[in-house]
């Protein structure tokens, strides 16, 4: 019987932990990428243009949506089971690789275009696929599997739509 006072061994939160890491870390090699065939900026005016509407930086949407949903899952993690962390896991390799949304065929001509031109995209890359291995796989039955990344969906829907508590300093 699991002791109340402890809390359950969820090795894949620590996996997401280093994902999202990864994944900043990437968008970061990105970012310094693509900014040399775009006008000069500040980090504050490369931000708001990635964040808003700017059509020329909108190709990163995919990328920094994720990281944004695997932080604020992070953020409620008592109640993040393994099926959704492979499916998490899942949702990254497609992003990266192909396969997934046809939203994010944009960021997947970019990134590979890059990665092509410099080695900085291709090494991030490659760490963030190797912090995958630390996530649970995604189910054998293919009807568990797509449960699990209809729950992952929710959970991003709900997050995005739910509103943010202000942190208590």
């Known amino acids: 019987m699991p002791d109340p006072e402890k809390p359950e061994a969820r090795p894949w939160i620590e996996g997401l932990r280093a994902a999202s890491a990864a994944l900043q870390e990437l968008l970061g090699v990105l970012l310094r990428a693509e900014s040399q065939f775009m006008p000069p900026a500040s980090p504050l ?10 059509p020329e930086w909108a190709w990163l949407q995919p990328l920094y949506r994720l990281i944004a ?3 604020h899952a992070l953020g409620h993690e008592s109640d993040l089971p393994a099926s959704e962390a492979a499916a998490v896991g899942a949702h990254i390799r497609e992003l990266l690789s192909g396969g997934g949304a046809g939203s994010e065929e944009a960021f997947l001509a970019h990134h590979r275009a890059l990665m092509q031109s410099d080695p900085a995209v ?3 890359h490659s760490a963030v696929l190797r912090t995958l291995q630390a996530l ?4 054998m039955d293919q009807i568990e599997r797509l449960h699990a990344r209809d729950q992952w969906n929710e959970r991003r829907r709900f997050l995005r739509a739910a509103p943010r508590e202000p942190k208590n300093s």
């Open 122 to 124: 291709a090494m991030a």
């Open 69 to 71: 949903d695997i932080d």
């Open 136 to 139: 649970p796989a995604e189910a």
């Open 45 to 54: 005016e490369r931000l708001h243009r990635i964040a808003g509407d700017d």
